[in-house]
């Protein structure tokens, strides 16, 4: 009995190794995808009227996208929208890593200033 005991307690433990191994691999593969969709979203950000240099790479940017975000793809007419113009994102909850600086969208109604 404590020869099953030793074996069964080592495939337990070999199993959780393994579990462990493969969503620590998963994790990783996913956090790169989520870096590599990042700056195709940064390239996409920038005027491609403003930033000539850029305008080659929106293609490649829209296809790092498609290829890391997960089995999301843009439709055409979005792929065709986003090689004309810029992608107009503002995040409050993520505001890491911009490549370009951006304006601010203007607030629809004045903003009070704070008391003195």
Known sequence: MTSVMQFLVTFSALVIAACAGFLTYWNV???RNADLVKIGVSVLRVDPDKEKQVSALREWALDLIDANAGGVKF???????????????????DSADVTYPLE?????RPVAEPPK
């Not at 601010?104 to 629809?108: A, D, F, I, Q, V």
């Open 29 to 31: 593969r996913e956090h």
């Open 75 to 93: 439709s055409s007419e979005a792929r065709a929208q986003l090689l004309r113009g810029p992608f107009e994102y503002y995040s409050t909850l």
């Open 104 to 108: 601010k969208p203007t607030p629809s």
